[in-house]
């Protein structure tokens, strides 16, 4: 239990929902979306939030969309982990939701809550970052489309009180060749010490990371140098593995010097798998 | 038999899967306030100033209690804690406000608005810095606080809480005429209990003084009497319940929640008030296992014979002694694990540290001496160049053998610890204990340790048992033993059914213990229940018998010896055709022409623990406790000698319970043990910040086994009897924990060809040890 008030709004359309979190704003509370608040609990729980009002965006049918078209792929931002695992229709995002929490939090955890979360992990948002996905946002000036790289460096950068309604992924990226792992200290369910998801376009790996540094980023440096095959895959190894944008991260799950030996015995295998046919 | 050696299912087994089993915080909360606690964020500080001022104002608020409010001081052996902390604050986590309000969330709200300054003061978290020249001094006279038992032994100026020392054989002549020596340091980091049930405790003063505490308690009868000296009320004015505990593993030993709940309760008027603690502060700010430093040194001879041990640990009890100088004292009674060591000199230190304070953790500190000794004794198998299974076998404990307080060792107190590695050898497939290559860069490796354990309860510790009847026949049970999962409640039934010839099923076991009407039993703590409390059950039943033959007697006109009691009936051996049905005579006998003849049955048993002793505190002789359990265990781990990955593939078990009395109960519940063993070995530890500050007090970030995760569990028996206990059951229920940690270190170490000298075994450690080995050799 935690025990504090919070008011609860629940609107049916993304401008009620809008208009809500900005008069909770005015009236000087402390309103946060929220979807499945798993986050909003641990942190909670944690104290480093106390929200005083949340507005529930999961009556709001853009939200909860979740399908296919010609187009390609539109995911709602209240989408659970589990329905976009279930889904199966874009397999490397299904693949990094499937290895986030536990089951029963996949249920409940949302793509635009995995996004939008303060705990530094965020690994939905790496396949989207290698598959040139859009993001639609409702705000001020009503519902915008963007890249969703031009919004999202290591985390969402939202103009106040927007809202992501939708993810778009182009077809190609559906169907594309993809590779995705997790290293964690030891456990099956736990955050990353090195998340990796990768994506082929024309023959050019692209890839990303999370868990490596203090937010996920993808890199066209180690791009460059892992799509390289005039060297050998160890030297690409150690190379990519000195282009990281940060130091690596260190905390209780690992060291940074440890997460960068994770790194190279991932790559390794990566480069491997894919020298072998294997993906 | 027609009880023992079944495998019925769990009295309460129903009632747990269909959820309606209700634990304390289950109780209805209407009418009750609710208390939540401020706690210390630093290791060690002074307390300049408390202000609850913008606490008080908050609506609902009844009371804001800190140090000042009660001014006693508490501890089961050593009296050196206080309820809420006074002056200074000695850890992180440590209760320093308590807030009491009408509903949580005014008292969350209160809680965060009181405001304490503190002043940083230097801190320790290890026992070696705790050791150290110019240490800051946790207590500034830990020889000055008041003792509840001799042999505690505070040093003045020192952060030592107690220290006790073993002094057999001579030990430098020995090792100076041995072949092969190791000499060792190990650390283990402090962990938690991590029962699913957090603690909680509600209390309430009725007007004219009475008091009654509801607990989520291993010790109902340590609450009274702790409550009762402390605040001076006469013990019969306290009445304490237990009902159902969601696991305890030591933790719930200490009197900890129970006074904060009173207190909180007295401020009020003695309004009901609950205190559930979230797990986060659970975690940080109850007592948590012991950590540990030692240093090993043991030496063998040509044969592989251990000649002789030199052991110092250092345990780390963090701020407050609670029952921590027993483990000390623990450890040394068993130190040598249970190998037969002629010449041995052993040091046992309770060291103070501003870490969490520690208590009773499933084993009482065995399975962390065990880690640093059986996984000496691999290295010394290695020096020696002998498999490390025949190593124990040749140094196994047998009949004759001395233990380490010079206890003669007999197939009735120790059991066969030979039997156990012969059987344990054939259940894991052992092959030597070399590491196997499976494929490139993987390898398979088996780990063996053994293991033993005897109590170390008080030596007047007592127990005992309330048998009545009902109109059908069957037999109620009231004893004072908790049923936290550790199925004591299952076992007694077992037992009480064979003394009395009748089907298990027909005795309903009392779960909740109610100190006003279950007969007093020290602690459920220690395995000791089926020991214990077994003999108090099998003294009532004896009662209980004597009066069923008297109204047999009675009734079908013979003398009382003549009687037999069997089969739920009463009758003459001399003419078993006619009998009476229990139902029939239970309330005595009333004949057909409605004479009434004997007297309604009731059976009670008492006991209490005879024939031990304190050690003697230069040479540590005597009997700590009644008996020993022992047995051995293998860990067999697939590992990956590029990513320093493992995963654990089996772990077998062979103990010498003395008795099975429930073939699929003690395995789950040895099972159960293995599996905490493996987790905490594999995973579990407080990590502190530089601060001294927890930095994974939730489930979150603190590791533990989870579903999917568990190991191949295999485990088996010998049955060598312990006479006087009842069947011959040994203690069991905790020990499945105690040789795991080593078991697994010794696989990994034989897998990574590097020795392990820590915990936690995790994947970067492993890849550290073997990292830094390298660096060394270029």
């Known amino acids: 239990m935690i025990p504090c008030d919070v008011v609860y709004y629940r609107p049916g359309t993304l401008m009620e929902a809008y208009e809500a979190y900005r008069l909770l704003q005015i009236e000087g509370k402390k309103p946060l979306y929220y979807a499945g608040g798993s986050e909003i609990i641990t942190m909670s729980r944690a104290g480093s939030i106390r929200p005083s009002a949340i507005v529930d965006i999961k009556r709001i049918p853009e939200c909860m969309l979740l399908s296919a078209n010609d187009e390609g792929l539109h995911i709602g931002s209240a989408c659970t982990l589990n329905q976009i695992k279930e889904s199966r229709l874009f397999p490397l995002l299904g693949s990094s939701c499937g290895r986030i929490a536990d089951h029963t939090n996949q249920c409940r955890i949302t793509l635009g809550g995995n996004l939008c979360g303060t705990i530094i992990y965020r690994e939905t948002s790496l396949p989207l970052l290698l598959s040139d996905a859009r993001v639609s946002l409702f705000g001020s000036q009503g519902m915008r489309t963007v890249p969703f790289q031009s919004v999202f460096h290591g985390r969402m950068r939202l103009k106040p009180s927007e809202v992501v309604v939708q993810i778009h992924v182009p077809g190609w990226a559906l169907k594309a060749p993809f590779f995705h792992v997790k290293h964690t200290t030891n456990e099956k369910i736990d955050y990353p010490l090195v998340s990796a998801a990768a994506l082929w376009k024309d023959g050019n790996m692209r890839i990303a990371f999370s868990g490596l540094c203090s937010y996920p980023f993808r890199s066209s440096k180690i791009e460059a140098v892992l799509n390289d095959w005039s060297m050998p895959v160890s030297a690409r190894v150690d190379k990519a593995a000195e282009l990281l944008p940060e130091e690596p991260y260190s905390d209780v799950e690992g060291s940074g010097e440890y997460r960068l030996f994770v790194l190279k015995n991932m790559l390794h295998a990566l480069l491997e798998d894919y020298t072998n046919g294997k993906i | 038999m027609k009880s023992i050696g079944k495998s019925i299912w769990r009295k309460e087994a129903w009632d747990k899967v269909t959820a309606i089993a209700k634990y304390t915080d289950d109780l209805p909360a209407t009418g009750v306030l609710s208390a939540r606690l401020l706690t210390s964020t630093h290791a060690h500080a002074k307390i300049k100033k408390i202000d609850v001022s913008k606490a008080l104002a908050v609506p609902g608020v009844k009371s804001v209690l800190t140090g000042k409010d009660c001014p006693v001081l508490f501890g089961p052996l050593l009296q050196d804690r206080p309820a809420l902390a006074r002056d200074v604050v000695r850890y992180a986590g440590e209760p320093v406000a308590l807030v009491v309000a009408q509903g949580e969330a005014a008292a969350e709200k209160a809680v965060r608005l009181i405001e304490v300054e503190y002043e940083p003061l230097p801190f320790v978290l290890t026992p070696s810095q705790a050791l150290a020249e110019g240490a800051v001094l946790v207590h500034g006279r830990p020889d000055g606080y008041r003792k509840t038992v001799t042999d505690v032994y505070p ?592 696989a990994l170490s034989a897998a990574f060809g590097r020795e392990i000298l820590s915990l936690p075994l995790t994947p970067e450690r492993i890849w550290r040890a073997v990292k830094e080995d390298t660096d060394d050799s270029l």
């Open chain 2, 155 to 746: 040093e003045a100026g020192t952060n030592i809480a107690s220290r006790y020392k073993i002094r057999k054989g001579n030990v430098e002549e020995a090792f100076a005429r041995c072949e092969a020596i190791v000499h060792e340091r190990f650390s283990l980091p402090p962990s938690d209990h991590l029962a699913m049930e957090v603690r909680a405790a509600r209390a309430e003063i009725s007007p004219e003084g009475r008091v009654l505490i509801t607990t989520s308690s291993q010790a109902p009868y340590s609450v009274r009497k702790q409550i009762s000296e402390a605040f001076m009320i006469p013990a019969g004015q306290i009445q304490v319940r237990v009902p159902f505990v969601g696991g305890g593993f030591g933790g719930k030993v200490p009197v900890f929640l129970e006074i904060l709940a009173f207190l909180a309760s007295r401020s009020v008027g003695g309004k009901s008030v609950r205190l559930s603690l979230p797990r986060e502060q659970d975690m940080a700010s109850a007592p948590c296992r012991i950590g540990l430093e030692a240093d090993i040194k043991l030496g063998a001879d040509r044969e592989g014979i251990i000649r002789a041990a030199q052991m110092t640990f250092r345990l780390d009890c963090g701020a407050y002694t609670d029952n921590s100088p027993y483990m000390a004292k623990a450890v040394a009674v068993d130190c040598t694990s249970p190998y037969h060591i002629e010449n041995l000199n052993c040091d046992s230190l309770c060291v103070y540290t501003n870490h969490t304070y520690a208590t009773s953790f499933r084993s009482f500190a065995h399975e962390s001496y065990t880690f640093c000794v059986e996984r000496a004794i691999d290295m010394l198998a290695r020096r020696c160049g002998i498999d490390p299974l025949e190593m124990r076998l040749k140094n196994a404990i047998r009949p004759g053998s001395l233990t380490p307080t010079r206890v003669m060792c007999t197939g009735s107190l120790t059991g066969n610890l030979t039997e156990c590695l012969k059987k344990v050898k054939a259940l894991s497939k052992w092959e030597g204990g070399k590491a196997v290559k499976i494929k490139e860069d993987t390898v398979r490796a088996k780990g063996v340790a053994c293991l033993w354990k005897t109590p170390n309860p008080p030596t007047d510790a007592a127990s005992g048992a309330l048998i009545t009847f009902n109109p059908d026949g069957s037999v109620n049970l009231n004893t004072g033993a908790v049923e936290m999962g550790s199925g004591g409640q299952t076992n007694l039934a077992q037992i009480l059914a064979e003394k009395l010839g009748m089907d298990p099923g027909m005795v309903h076991v009392v779960m909740d213990v109610d100190t006003r009407t279950a007969p007093e039993y020290w602690k459920t703590a220690a395995s000791l229940t089926e020991y214990m409390v077994g003999r108090a059950v099998m003294r009532a039943a004896d009662d209980a018998l004597g009066q069923l033959r008297q109204n047999g007697a009675q009734a079908l006109g013979c003398p009382p010896e003549e009687i037999e009691v069997a089969n739920g009936r009463v009758f003459s051996k001399k003419n078993p055709e006619k009998f009476i049905a229990f139902k029939d005579i239970v309330q005595g006998y009333k004949t057909d022409a409605g004479l009434s003849i004997g007297e309604p049955v009731l059976g009670r048993g008492g006991f209490m623990l005879k024939g031990l002793s304190k050690l003697d505190p230069e040479a540590g002789k005597g009997k700590t406790g009644p008996s020993w359990t022992l047995g051995a265990q293998v860990v067999e781990v697939e590992a990956s000698l590029k990513t320093f990955t493992y995963r654990i593939i089996s772990a077998s078990t062979v103990m010498d319970v003395g008795k099975v009395i429930n073939p699929e109960l003690m395995r789950s519940v040895i099972a159960g043990g293995m599996s905490m063993g493996v987790s905490l070995a594999s995973r579990e530890a407080f990590v502190y910040d530089q601060k001294g500050i927890p930095q994974t007090p939730n489930l979150r970030t603190y590791k533990l086994l989870h579903i999917g995760q568990e190991p191949d569990y295999r485990v088996d028996f010998v049955e060598t009897p312990e006479e006087g206990s009842p069947y011959g059951v040994r203690s069991y229920t905790e020990h499945g924990i105690i040789g795991i940690p080593a078991a697994l270190a010794n």
